[in-house]
């Protein structure tokens, strides 16, 4: 097995954790509480995804440059839109979460702004297995 597989499929167990366990337990919180949890999350979390996003990167990369194909180049397109979500989405409704700003949208957004990601990335995995 490769990394690559092993870096994909880790990230497919992350996401689905985060959309049907992490997110919706901030719902859960009152306002005091996810005030004070939420900062300390998202440093750890972070912690976690960061390594394996940019190792997704790298790895689907080297496998373009070794063996160009139009499944990669999908696989690694996917990747970008993941990122983009993440970057363009998902991190700035932390920001709001962290800021106590419309709280309970903050995290409806949150969920439904993952869903992209969710299935973005399980799809790579599952091309992986092509």
């Known amino acids: 097995m490769s990394f690559q597989i092993i870096i994909d499929f880790g990230l497919v167990i992350l996401i ?4 049907l366990v992490v997110y919706p337990s901030f719902h859960f919180f009152d306002e005091t509480g996810l005030s004070r949890w939420h900062p300390k ?8 995804v960061i390594p394996l ?8 990369a080297i496998g373009i ?14 990747i970008s839109g993941a990122w983009g979500v993440t970057f ?17 949208e903050c995290i ?18 599952l091309m992986d297995l092509l």
């Open 108 to 125: 409806k957004s949150l969920i439904w702004w993952n869903w992209p990601r969710t299935v973005l990335w399980s799809a790579v995995f």
């Open 65 to 78: 440059w070794q063996q160009p194909s139009i499944l990669r180049i999908i696989q690694a397109s996917m």
């Open 53 to 60: 996003m940019f190792s997704q990167v790298a790895f689907h």
């Open 88 to 104: 363009f989405r998902a991190v700035p409704l932390h920001a709001q979460i962290d800021r106590n700003e419309n709280t309970p």
């Open 16 to 19: 689905w954790m985060v959309q």
């Open 41 to 48: 999350y998202t440093v750890m979390i972070t912690v976690i």
